[in-house]
C-alpha cells in the first residue's frame, strides 16, 4: 500500500493551501485516514482524521481552519488549510490504518511565513 501526498508548499500567514493524498495497491478498508504533522524539533502530532461512517477528529489548534474531506471507500483524504500561521510550519504525513498497520505517505512539507 501506497500513500501518495501532495500539495504543501511556502505560504503567507493567513493564507491557505490544500492537500491531497491517494492510497494505492491492496487496500482492504482503511480506516481511520488522515493527516498528521511533525514540526522541527517536535514530535509527531494527529492533525485531523476521518473513521468509516463519517466520524471526523481535529487538533485543538486547528479546529474551525482546518477542514478534512475526502472518502474511505475512495481511499482518498484532503485537507483544506485556512487561516495559517507560523505555528502549523511542519511536514505534513498522510497516515492510513489497515489491518492494525500503520501507513505513511512522504510527507509535504508547509511553511508558514510571518
Known amino acids: 500500500v501506497q500513500l501518495q501526498a501532495s500539495g504543501g508548499g511556502l505560504v503567507q500567514a493567513g493564507g491557505s493551501l490544500r492537500l491531497s493524498c491517494a492510497a494505492s495497491?491492496?487496500?482492504?478498508?482503511?480506516?481511520?485516514m488522515g493527516w498528521y504533522r511533525q514540526a522541527p524539533g517536535k514530535e509527531r502530532e494527529l492533525v485531523a482524521r476521518?473513521?468509516?461512517?463519517?466520524?471526523?477528529d481535529y487538533a485543538p489548534s486547528v479546529k474551525g481552519r482546518f477542514t478534512i474531506s475526502g472518502g474511505i471507500p475512495k481511499n482518498t483524504v484532503f485537507l483544506q488549510m485556512n487561516n495559517l500561521t507560523p505555528e502549523d510550519t511542519a511536514v505534513y504525513y498522510c497516515?492510513?490504518?489497515?489491518?492494525?498497520?500503520?501507513?505513511w505517505g512522504q510527507g509535504t512539507l508547509v511553511t508558514v511565513s510571518s
Open positions: 495497491g491492496s487496500i482492504f478498508r482503511i480506516n481511520p
Open positions: 476521518f473513521f468509516l461512517g463519517g466520524t471526523t
Open positions: 497516515n492510513g490504518l489497515m489491518r492494525g498497520y500503520n501507513y
